[in-house]
């Protein structure tokens, strides 16, 4: 498995998320940065 930054597997998680359901909607501080 590969080691990868907490904000990198965050970012990965909410694109893989928001590309299989457009439902998903994100909302927070610093989001996409």
């Given amino acids: ?3 990868m ?4 597997a ?3 998680a ?3 998320e928001m ?3 457009e439902r998903v909607l ?3 501080e ?3 940065r």
């Fill in 10 to 12: 965050v970012r990965a």
């Fill in 5 to 8: 930054r907490m904000i990198d």
């Fill in 26 to 28: 994100v909302l927070g």
């Fill in 19 to 21: 590309e299989r359901d």
């Fill in 14 to 16: 909410i694109t893989e």
């Fill in 30 to 32: 610093d989001v996409g």
């Fill in 1 to 3: 498995m590969a080691e």
